[in-house]
């Protein structure tokens, strides 16, 4: 296709890009921004949430690009520390991310700001800290734009004392995304108590993230629940948290219904959703229902449509692999590392009806769920408005740090209900 760059557009991209990405594609037309523009274009139209596609292939990550152009979108790309960390299973990372998403931005015209966001980077203990404080930068230095510090696998002041311990690693004008409660469904869910404690003891270090995601009844994954996200729980927790003026990042969206995002975009002040294994399978040419779930057939097994996504050959030895391997259904995700060359490797007509096939679901899903049509003009106006890539905090100080001291924070903690349910899905 051929790009239309307004002088908008052309003006954005002078100002508008960090300096990491200036540096490494210097010569570059594509929109790479810090997720807090995205967050700001849906809170300039309203109601309205962008969608965070999950690249686990360079089929998911070409798909919703194509997407984000049709609908007028800013987009956010991410992958999680499991799945693009230093022990991935995808061969998409934390550190080509961005190349992939810069060349492809520049070989389609991308003319949408596109934020590239390090999904759940997990601290479970002293030794993860140490080892964030060297590796962060290095996701930085390597064209991440944003970044989710998630330690809540632990305690709540310990998840508090972990967001702040790292802060300083992570560059002022990036987006970030704090969380409390790991993601397990529909136990141990967190409550506003836990929810303000983290975003108040961040407050009083003059940290103010840009989102928080909840366990607020989503799963990660094969999800065929009628529970789900809970949509009254969220809008109290994101009410309570108002005046912090942070938004809410929504985990898990594969699995439930559209009416019930549009819920949450409608009665919550969520602005980022992930979408993730809905955009695995249907790059694969699996099929799926209107939630996003791949679809079993009578003797359990997935269901592939003939003639869309990969080869019917290719898909045999997938499924062939994933049985020798003894993998179960929530295993396949698995498959994305032994085979992305074999999957680049087929013919051009394969590899286009593959991300076309995420195109389409995925632009469904951003005009007639998510209501973020022509939001990447208010993404363009706020870097304007700004007149840089650094849009500052929405949020600005109100605790007194006199009484959030490390001693006074874990002595505080002691008071917060301490039901966490089951060890959760951290990883993804």
């Known amino acids: 296709m051929a790009a239309q760059y307004t002088a908008d557009f052309e003006k ?51 798909g919703a690009l194509m997407a984000a152009q049709r609908a007028n979108a800013p987009l956010i790309i991410e992958i999680a520390k499991s799945e693009g960390g230093q022990k991935a299973y995808c061969a998409v990372n934390y550190w080509n991310m961005a190349r992939i998403v810069d060349a492809l931005c520049n070989e389609l015209g991308i003319t949408v700001p596109v934020a590239i966001h390090a999904d759940h980077y997990g601290i479970k203990n002293d030794k993860d800290l140490a080892a964030a404080k060297v590796e962060v930068p290095t996701m930085f230095e390597a064209g991440i734009t944003s970044i989710a510090i998630d330690a809540s696998h632990q305690p709540d002041d310990q998840n508090l004392l972990a967001n702040i311990a790292i802060n300083p690693f992570i560059p002022k004008w990036a987006g970030l995304e704090t969380e409390v409660g790991e993601i397990k469904g529909n136990q141990g869910l967190s409550t506003v108590d836990e929810a303000k404690f983290l975003i108040q003891g961040l407050n009083a270090q003059e940290i103010f993230p840009d989102w928080i995601a909840l366990n607020n009844g989503t799963t990660h994954g094969l999800e065929a629940s009628a529970a789900g996200i809970q949509v009254g729980l969220t809008a109290e927790i994101h009410h309570a948290l108002a005046p912090y003026k942070v938004n809410g990042a929504q985990h898990g969206t594969s699995g439930n219904s559209s009416e019930r995002l549009r819920e949450i975009a409608n009665q919550t002040a969520t602005t980022k959703a992930n979408v993730a294994t809905a955009l695995q399978m249907i790059s694969w040419g ?63 007509e394969i590899r286009d009806r593959m991300a076309k096939r995420v195109e389409d679901f995925a632009f469904k899903m951003m005009t007639e769920v998510f209501n973020a049509t022509d939001t990447a003009p208010l993404a363009i106006a706020a870097i304007l408005k700004a007149g840089s890539h650094d849009l500052g905090s929405k949020g600005n100080l109100i605790e007194d740090p006199a009484y959030w001291t490390k001693e006074q924070i874990i002595e505080r903690a002691k008071s917060l209900a301490g039901d966490k349910g089951p060890e959760g899905n951290f990883d993804d």
């Open 12 to 62: 954005a991209l002078q100002v508008g890009r960090p300096p990491n990405i200036q540096k490494l594609f210097p010569n570059s037309k594509a929109l790479i921004v810090s997720g807090k523009v995205v967050d700001r274009a849906m809170l300039a139209k309203g109601k309205a949430i962008a969608m965070a596609a999950n690249g686990r292939s360079y089929f998911v990550v070409r």
């Open 286 to 348: 699996l099929e799926v229902n209107d939630y996003g779930n791949a679809q079993l057939d009578a003797n359990g097994n997935f269901i592939k449509v003939k003639g869309e996504g990969m080869t019917e050959e290719l898909w045999a030895e997938m499924v062939a692999y994933a049985n020798e391997m003894g993998w179960k259904k929530g295993d396949y995700k698995s498959l994305n590392l032994p085979f992305e060359n074999r999957l680049l490797a087929q013919p051009k």
